[in-house]
């Protein structure tokens, strides 16, 4: 089915592990955007990109890299995951840059 | 960078109209979004204001005014299903940058 899919749902992970999520649009939509929302803080933006191999920082990327090889492809991995990473993430993608499109979410949990 | 302020919460009853505001500051504004979250869901597209004036989709309407830095989302003939967090987004242009930048969120409670 055509649309952005993030996986996985949900994810239990300890502390100082690696973790990535996924996520796949199938619209080519060039540009392609990582938030995490937290209680009291709305959708906070770690990465986005413009294009394949085009990504830039957003307001707390700290701790988080990413990558974009493919125009469909914009995974998110944690590199040694801590307990303030707790959070749902969502990634979004868009073609015109007005209507943005976000995908189900990944409930992440650090423990 | 960008900032936005709505109130954190709005209750109503069904049937009944609500306004939520949102001022921003930015420093090359381009629009202002509205976006709909009910409980454990995606953020959904509700409405695009690039210039001033009033846009109406339904129920619903969004009015900018670039000038005061100010626009709102107006929710008419409320309904339960309304109930749900709703932000409003500013992309600044400056820089040629597209990067969305949300406020927290305005709780809509819609009462029997």
């Known amino acids: 089915d055509a649309g952005i899919t993030q996986s996985p749902r949900y994810k239990i992970t300890e502390t100082g592990r690696q973790v990535t999520l996924m996520c796949h649009q199938t619209?080519?939509?060039?540009?392609m955007f990582w938030y995490r929302q937290d209680l009291g803080h709305g959708l906070r933006l770690i990465y986005y990109?413009?294009?394949?191999?085009?990504?830039d920082k957003g307001e707390v990327p700290d701790g988080y890299v990413v990558s974009r090889s493919k125009t469909e492809n914009f995974p998110l991995t944690l590199e040694s995951a801590t307990r303030s990473q707790t959070s749902v993430y969502f990634c979004?993608?868009?073609?015109?840059?007005?209507?943005?499109?976000f995908g189900s979410g990944t409930r992440l949990t650090v423990v | 960078g960008q900032s936005l302020e709505q109130p954190s919460e709005v209750t109503a009853v069904e049937g009944a109209i609500v306004q939520i505001n949102c001022t921003y500051q930015?420093?090359?504004?381009?629009?202002l979004s509205w976006y709909q979250q009910h409980d454990g869901g995606a953020p959904t597209f509700l409405s695009y204001?690039?210039?001033?004036g009033l846009e109406e989709t339904g129920r619903f309407s969004s009015f900018l005014s670039r000038s005061d830095s100010y626009g709102y989302l107006l929710l008419q003939e409320l309904q339960m299903k309304d109930s749900a967090s709703y932000f409003c987004?500013?992309?600044?242009?400056?820089?040629?940058?597209?990067?969305?930048?949300f406020g927290a969120g305005t709780t809509v409670t819609v009462r029997a």
């Open positions: 979004a993608s868009t073609k015109d840059r007005t209507l943005y499109t």
């Open positions: 619209w080519s939509h060039s540009y």
């Open positions: 930015t420093s090359g504004f381009y629009g």
């Open positions: 204001n690039g210039l001033d």
């Open positions: 990109s413009a294009a394949a191999d085009i990504t």
């Open positions: 987004a500013v992309r600044d242009d400056s820089s040629n940058d597209y990067k969305l930048s």
